[in-house]
């Protein structure tokens, strides 16, 4: 009796390029999404004849997106265990307008009053997941309903008029740069060294979790390819602080920005809890099956949708300077796009950190170019709803083609 060897498949080959660009849903759209910003940038440098790079103008768009960013790393982990949260604006502009009614007419100190901000939008996102989740209302409903009434509550509790101005110890959360000890004028030196510090540790990530995938014997990326990746993305990065450090350096709500994409894209991928909101949303039963309380998980996902809403509601009074009635109006729509355009499914169960921080700076950079050169608001809406109908689609068509 004779036996045939099956020749075995040889790891880091073309089929793991395929899989990379084609036939995994999880490469391409990380990577996709992120080849998509270049090209988006780029596009508009050349149409508005070097604006959109210039050091000032970038700095814009990061001071505009902040609040949408934060929103969106919230937004993403309710998409992913499969809900949506229609009330983030309102709940946005209430906490913002809280904020003003404690530090500037009762006169709080900020970071007392930041802290009960947090608070009261921790427990906002509790009871909106109290009722997802224990009573199994839809989450559209329940926020929908929170929006109405988080949107009257900021009209009442403004008097229908604007407060300010905050105290400018607050004003530097989104209007601050980090310092320079180094005391550079042309060139901030401290921010140029951090981004190169961060390119060099995305490199030892990547370099690193490729040496794991060949220790435990799973298909690992093409050495040429781990290298190419990230001598591109990190010389885009490098590019990036270079710019910031040669106007005033690097905004302190780039460094909030930063830390929050990090703390929770290793919070969903690499803890227990994180994974659980991923089986939650692939399939609720099964999960509940298996042992994990879906309930809890659930409720928590809101509670930390209703922190992240309170921190972008400070973030854009911190930028406005002013809570007005109409903040956060709408808001909730750029959120969701962000998240759906970085790669979330429609479905739950998928969905990445870093892609919805990647798909906030594709609207923050198509708001941005269109406005300067001059495209109406009409049609910069009719544009963004088409685009995000256009990744919606791309989402579906994956997923159906990968059955």
Same mark, same amino acid.
């Given at each position: 009796m004779t036996t045939e060897t099956v020749p075995s498949k040889r790891n880091g080959g073309i089929a793991d390029l395929k899989k990379m660009f084609g036939g995994g849903t999880s490469s391409l759209r990380q990577f996709g999404i992120l080849f998509s910003l270049i090209a988006i940038i780029v596009v508009f440098q050349i149409w508005t004849n070097g604006t959109t790079l210039s050091p000032q103008n970038l700095i814009n768009v990061v001071s505009q997106q902040s609040y949408i960013l934060i929103l969106a790393i919230g937004?993403?982990?309710?998409?992913?265990?499969?809900?949506?949260?229609? *009330?983030?604006?309102?709940?946005?502009?209430?906490?913002?307008?809280?904020?003003?009614?404690?530090?500037?007419?009762?006169?709080?100190?900020?970071?007392?009053?930041?802290?009960?901000?947090?608070?009261?939008?921790?427990?906002?996102?509790?009871?909106?997941?109290?009722?997802?989740?224990?009573?199994?209302?839809?989450?559209?409903?329940?926020?929908?309903?929170?929006?109405?009434?988080?949107r009257g509550l900021v009209l009442w509790l403004l008097g229908g008029k604007s407060i300010g101005p905050f105290p400018k110890e607050f004003q530097l959360l989104s209007s601050g740069f980090i310092p320079d000890p180094f005391g550079g004028e042309s060139l901030r030196l401290l921010s140029l060294l951090i981004g190169c510090a961060v390119a060099f540790f995305i490199f030892?990530?990547?370099?690193?979790?490729?040496?794991?995938? =060949?220790?435990?014997?799973?298909?690992?990326?093409?050495?040429?390819?781990? =290298?190419?990746?990230?001598?591109?993305?990190?010389?885009?990065?490098?590019?990036?602080?270079?710019?910031?450090? *040669?106007?005033?350096?690097?905004?302190?709500?780039?460094?909030?920005?930063?830390?929050?994409?990090?703390?929770?894209?290793?919070?969903?991928?690499?803890?227990?809890?994180?994974?659980?909101?991923?089986?939650?949303?692939?399939?609720?039963?099964?999960?509940?099956?298996?042992?994990?309380?879906t309930n809890f998980l659930t409720f928590y996902t809101f509670v930390t949708m209703g922190v992240m809403a309170a921190l972008?509601?400070?973030?854009?009074?911190?930028?406005?300077?002013?809570?007005?009635?109409?903040?956060?109006?709408?808001?909730?729509?750029?959120?969701i796009a962000a998240c759906f355009i970085g790669g979330a499914s429609t479905t739950g169960g998928f969905g990445k950190v870093v892609g919805a921080?990647?798909?906030?700076?594709?609207?923050?950079?198509?708001?941005?170019?269109?406005?300067?050169?001059?495209?109406? =608001?009409?049609?910069?809406?009719? =544009?963004?709803?088409?685009?995000?109908?256009?990744?919606?689609?791309?989402?579906?068509y994956q997923r159906n083609k990968a059955r």
């Open positions: 937004m993403v982990m309710v998409i992913i265990a499969g809900h949506i949260d229609l *009330s983030v604006g309102s709940v946005a502009g209430f906490i913002g307008g809280l904020a003003a009614v404690l530090m500037v007419e009762l006169q709080w100190h900020y970071i007392p009053a930041a802290i009960v901000c947090l608070l009261v939008g921790a427990m906002i996102g509790g009871l909106q997941g109290y009722f997802v989740a224990f009573h199994k209302i839809p989450a559209f409903i329940v926020t929908l309903g929170g929006m109405l009434v988080f030892y990530m990547n370099w690193r979790e490729r040496a794991n995938h =060949i220790k435990y014997g799973v298909a690992a990326e093409p050495v040429g390819f781990v =290298i190419g990746k990230n001598v591109f993305f990190g010389g885009a990065i490098v590019y990036f602080s270079y710019l910031l450090a *040669s106007y005033k350096g690097i905004p302190n709500v780039v460094v909030v920005m930063f830390v929050l994409m990090l703390f929770f894209d290793f919070f969903t991928t690499r803890t227990t809890f994180g994974r659980r909101i991923y089986a939650l949303g692939g399939n609720e039963k099964a999960a509940r099956l298996s042992g994990i309380k972008g509601g400070l973030v854009f009074a911190a930028r406005l300077n002013t809570a007005t009635p109409k903040a956060g109006d709408g808001m909730e729509l750029d959120v921080v990647i798909g906030a700076f594709v609207m923050g950079v198509m708001n941005n170019g269109m406005s300067i050169l001059g495209i109406g =608001i009409d049609w910069q809406k009719v =544009i963004k709803g088409v685009v995000l109908v256009a990744a919606v689609f791309v989402d579906l």
